[in-house]
């Protein structure tokens, strides 16, 4: 293999997405849970959600695009399930812009979420 296709072989691993450092990821969403910091938590798993499907998709959300609007685009694009996406999202808007506190349980459900998410687009379960 000549010097040239190395090279070249080695950048198109380099430029293919490894994922999201997931046990990092928990590690620091448990603090915050444990700190009843539950919108924190919520807001850091979303943005950590879309940190993942813009890298292994390479579908970019628009400056202009809303949290739902690019969920919409998710679902019909990339055919994720609604039925995961929209809940995420949903808490993700409450979380984010809600005039509530968010509670144990509503972080519970958006942490199953993205680690369904996570599972689904990284191990490739259906």
């Known amino acids: ?18 994922g999201i450092n997931l046990n990092l990821i928990k590690e620091k969403l448990s603090s915050l ?16 959600y879309m940190q993942l499907v813009q890298g292994y998709y390479n579908v970019p959300r628009r400056p202009s695009q809303t949290a739902r609007e690019y969920a919409m685009v998710m679902v019909k694009q990339v055919k994720l399930p609604p039925t995961m ?11 984010r812009f809600g005039k509530q506190s968010m509670n144990a349980e509503q972080y519970k459900e958006a942490f199953k979420l993205f680690i369904d998410l996570h599972d689904r687009i990284m191990g490739g379960s259906i």
């Open 1 to 18: 293999m000549s010097e040239a296709m190395r090279k070249k072989k080695k950048k198109s691993k380099k430029s293919k997405f490894q």
């Open 33 to 48: 849970q444990q700190g009843n910091r539950f919108q924190e938590a919520v807001i850091y798993a979303y943005y950590n």
């Open 85 to 95: 996406i929209y809940p995420f999202t949903t808490l993700f808007e409450e979380a």
